[in-house]
């Protein structure tokens, strides 16, 4: 695995609520540096230096990660499980009486 990758991805909600998987320190300093300037605040700041650090192998990239989780919850920008959502919709199909 590469230094930079997480082991489990971040899933967060971009655009006008799409789901997208953060995988790795770069994706997640992405997110960060596309976050509008005037919604930037002290817990965006810690995840942004934690993604740089981790990019320049100061600190490991699960530690970024819990600090972009950490920016991502406190914006409500985590995205519900995925095989969650999969397995809610999986049931409501199998049955004949929902439309």
């Known amino acids: 695995m590469k230094p930079d990758m997480f082991r489990e991805p971040v899933n967060i909600l971009v655009g006008l609520g ?3 998987e953060v995988r790795n320190v770069m994706d997640a300093y992405r997110h960060l540096t596309e976050w509008p300037s005037s919604f930037r605040d002290t817990a965006h ?3 942004l230096k934690a ?3 981790a990019l320049r192998g100061d ?3 699960e530690t970024a990660r819990g600090l972009f989780v950490a ?3 406190k914006h409500d920008l985590l995205a519900p499980e995925i095989p969650a959502i999969a397995a809610s919709r ?3 199909d199998r049955d004949p009486h929902v439309q």
């Open 45 to 47: 700041s810690v995840a």
């Open 71 to 73: 920016f991502a919850a």
């Open 90 to 92: 999986a049931r409501t």
């Open 51 to 53: 993604c740089q650090a």
């Open 18 to 20: 799409f789901p997208a």
């Open 59 to 61: 600190i490991e990239a």
